[in-house]
């Protein structure tokens, strides 16, 4: 039987959120029926040895901020030597559609647009590229989809368009006592009051609030520790930050790690001050494992998907924002699974939707 073959991007260094999800989404693909490339503008990327050690493909392409021609033609003969069934281009933007200009020139049969954020990160250039390109993709002949309605209407406008849920193992991130008192032992925060923040350490994450509403934390409740999740650029100032507040013993830097779930199980609650996200999928396995989550309200309010997710506004200050936190003393941690499941955030129920997709076999809107 011929395997519909798959053109997958695109990823990069790190292991951020939309590398993250499409990584996961292939992990769990019917590998008797789908064969998956994936686009990277790195050549090593964070995922490189998942990729191929699940049977897939990777292909190096010029970073379209740095060269944007060699970008276009990389995509371009791609698309050329091979005959791909479906091209999914996961976005954070509409900042970059040239993956999608160039599915559609080389008649790929389905092309998909899968947005990831609702709102435009970095300098000015891309915010202008985004509001160039919004009525070129609301045009286009193609998929598409958004982590949330809010991520769809960023991106596609009054165009159609349908929310696919950001599902995640519910096994995996389930809560697990056990494994919370094994990794709490092993990274020496047995008896303390601990408060962490997962995701890459850059700007839009807003880590820097946390620190400071932790600082807060300490002045009532001196036997915390902050863990701090993740890698990326702001690592170094962050740990100048973490110098300055004098709180270097009580903060844990961990680095990019391969088992998330067992630090969320470490967690007692969990910050997201994020200045912006589409829906984070750091939020679903956070509840998923019984743990509070501090979110800033800045976040589409479509991530309330549990009691367990409070809303803080970054205008209140960290002072406020720490009493609030301290109440999660008190919260007994129990497995919200099944409430997933029920909500449709199994990441088993997502895979077989999108199998139906890039089978042509999906109803309803784009």
């Known amino acids: 039987m011929k395997k519909t073959k798959i053109l997958m991007g695109i990823i990069g260094k790190g292991n951020g959120g939309l590398s993250t999800y499409a990584v996961n ?22 995922f490189e040895k ?23 033609d990389d995509l371009r003969r791609i698309m050329a030597e091979e ?30 647009a899968h947005c990831h954020s609702a709102k435009v990160e970095g300098s000015l250039y891309p915010k202008v590229l985004h509001r160039f390109n919004k009525p070129k993709v609301q045009k286009m002949d193609i998929i598409r989809l958004a982590c949330s309605k809010a ?24 809560f697990d006592y056990q494994i ?3 990794t709490r032992k092993d990274i020496g925060v047995s008896d303390r009051f601990v408060i962490g923040q997962l995701g ?18 300490l002045k009532r409740h001196s036997r915390s520790s902050f863990l701090i999740v993740g890698g990326g650029p702001l690592e170094q100032s962050l740990k100048e930050k973490v110098s300055e507040l004098g709180i270097e013993d009580k903060v844990i830097f ?41 979110i800033s309200d800045t976040v589409t309010r479509e991530v309330e998907i549990s009691d367990l997710v409070q809303f803080i506004s970054l205008g209140e200050g960290p002072e406020s924002v720490a009493k609030k936190v301290l109440k999660a003393k008190d919260i007994e941690r129990t497995s919200q699974a099944e409430l997933l ?13 999108m199998e139906r997709c890039y089978l042509n076999q999906m109803t309803g809107g784009e």
């Open 254 to 294: 961990t680095g990019n790690v391969r088992n998330p779930q067992d630090y969320l199980n470490a967690m007692d609650c969990m910050m997201l001050p994020s200045l912006f996200e589409g829906f984070p999928l750091t939020i679903v396995e956070a509840v998923c494992s019984g743990l509070p989550c501090f």
């Open 200 to 217: 890459r350490l850059v700007p839009v994450k807003n880590h820097e609030f946390s620190l400071k509403v932790f600082a807060e934390v």
């Open 50 to 72: 998942d990729i191929k050690e699940l049977g897939g493909h990777l292909k190096v392409i010029a970073a379209r901020n740095r060269h944007p021609k060699q970008h276009r």
């Open 83 to 112: 005959q791909f069934d479906v091209c999914h281009i996961h976005l954070s933007s509409d900042s970059n559609i040239c993956p999608l200009v160039e599915a559609k020139r080389a008649r790929i049969p389905i092309v998909i």
């Open 180 to 182: 919370r008192e094994k």
């Open 25 to 46: 989404l292939f992990r769990k693909l019917d590998s008797d029926v789908f064969d998956c490339t994936f686009l990277s503008n790195d050549p090593h990327p964070y």
């Open 341 to 353: 499941k029920a909500l449709h955030y199994d990441s088993d129920e997502l895979v077989k939707d």
């Open 151 to 174: 991520a769809g209407e960023f991106a596609y406008g009054d165009a159609p368009f349908t929310v696919a849920n950001n599902g995640i193992d519910l096994k995996k991130f389930d």
